[in-house]
């Protein structure tokens, strides 16, 4: 037995030795800049599309098989202007040998991306830029059983680095535009059953509704192996929204915990805040399937806010009463689930100054639905809401004032059923 092992060490040791020595071999006689017009002509024949690398190309083999490329572009589909589809700055990558070999473990080191340029879009006929790009990658997988026969391989990466990175996005069918600019994303090290620490930022705008900002995103991460079980644990989106008002409005979201099981379809989202506008929010997500129709359902709470300011942040001007605390004080809680046409909101409880209004509502989500209601106020004082009068120009504004036009078209437009009950006004 210990010969037997002492003979295993040594061809251990000679192949070892013979990898050391071809790589040594491989690092000076190669120059990998020398197939550059190899890989491009290789790129043409699989996706029709021209590919330059204006950039170096260096190559380490050992301990790490590693590769750098340089400024590198990527033409457009045919069809689609001269602009180009893809080009990046720099991007590396590292893989250890020794563990890929010997024990079947991916061990990457950082896997970097820098000034990611991405161009996608769709014509006024439908079709993509990135059409022929899926075809050539569906038509080059084997045929037959798809199954990965690596499932025993451990895939350990270092981290993610990408920087300064753009995408955007044009519809020419919608009109509509898209981008993600100054992008940078970060992970933590990359491993089955470690959490992973990630971040990104970025500034995005859209068109033509205008909407655009700059958001922060930050969490951590975990899965078990083969992606059974994911969980995201402290994930904070946080930002400045253009485009919603006249004046860029602050926005935070937290998640405390969210677990997927990809297995059984199904997510438990867990406690969430979010807050916009000046309203902060709250919400308990009941754990739900995502096999076929999704039907979330959450308690949902809006933390007690001033109406007429809001009003204002909405631009619009609050309405002068005769009690100024009036509409000073407005909270709101339920419990919501989205169904396939509606979404019902139960056990809702909309409080407005000194006034209950409780009941269920369903809100159609499309046209055939209707809006059905439920719902009851304890008391209500009007007159406090009444608009302070001016004896001196009652008259004035008698003489001047006619019939009040109703929108008779709105309404007949509406589907609606249902009952509303005041206990005391």
Do not use: C
Not at 115 to 144: H, I
Not at 167 to 196: H, W
Not at 296 to 309: G, Q
Not at 392 to 410: F, K, Q, R
């Amino acid at each position: 037995m210990a010969r037997l092992f002492k003979i295993l060490l040594v061809l251990l040791a000679s192949v070892v030795g013979i990898v050391i020595i071809a790589s040594i071999a491989l690092f000076l006689f190669f120059d990998p800049n020398d197939f550059r017009e190899e890989i491009s002509a290789g790129v043409k024949d699989a996706t029709g599309r021209d590919l330059v690398i204006e950039g170096d190309i260096s190559l380490t083999v050992f301990p790490w098989l590693a590769v750098e490329v340089g400024r590198t572009e990527m033409g457009n589909a045919e069809g689609f202007g001269d602009d180009l589809f893809l080009s990046f700055d720099r991007a590396s990558l590292s893989v250890q040998l020794v563990p890929l070999i010997f024990q079947q473990q991916v061990k990457v080191g950082t896997a970097s991306l820098e000034g990611l340029r991405v161009n996608l879009e769709v014509a006024a006929n439908g079709t993509t830029n990135w059409d022929d790009l899926v075809e050539s990658g569906d038509s080059s997988a084997p045929a037959g059983d798809s199954t990965a026969s690596s499932d025993s391989t451990v895939i350990d990466v270092a981290n993610i680095s990408v920087s300064n990175a753009n995408v955007s996005y044009t519809d020419a069918q919608t009109g509509s535009s898209y981008t993600i600019s100054n992008l940078a994303f970060e992970t933590s090290a990359i491993a089955v059953n470690t959490p992973i620490d990630f971040s990104a930022e970025f500034d995005f705008d859209s068109s033509p509704d205008e909407l655009g900002g700059h958001l922060a995103i930050r969490g951590s991460s975990s899965m078990s192996e083969g992606a059974a079980q994911i969980s995201v644990s402290g994930l904070n989106i946080s930002g400045e929204l253009r485009g919603i008002v006249a004046e860029a409005t602050e926005f935070n979201f937290d998640s405390r915990q969210m677990n997927i099981d990809t297995v059984a379809q199904s997510i438990d989202a867990g406690e969430m805040d979010f807050m916009i506008l000046g309203l902060s929010m709250s919400a308990d997500v009941k754990p739900f399937s995502y096999a076929g129709t999704p039907k979330p359902s959450a308690d949902l709470r809006v933390a007690e806010f001033s109406l007429k300011e809001l009003m204002q942040v909405l631009d619009i001007e609050p309405p002068e009463t005769v009690d100024p605390a009036a509409l000073e004080r407005v909270s709101f809680q339920a419990t919501a689930t989205v169904g396939e046409t509606a979404i019902a909101l139960t056990d809702m409880t909309l409080e407005l100054d000194d006034s209950k209004l409780t009941g269920s509502l369903s809100l159609p989500t499309i046209d055939a639905a209707s809006l059905i209601f439920d719902l009851g106020v304890d008391t209500i004082v009007l007159d406090g809401y009444m608009e302070p009068t001016d004896e001196s120009l009652t008259t004035a504004n008698d003489e001047e004032s006619g019939d009040m036009e109703i929108p008779v078209d709105l309404i007949r437009a509406l589907t609606a059923r249902g009952t509303f009950t005041i206990n005391r006004a």
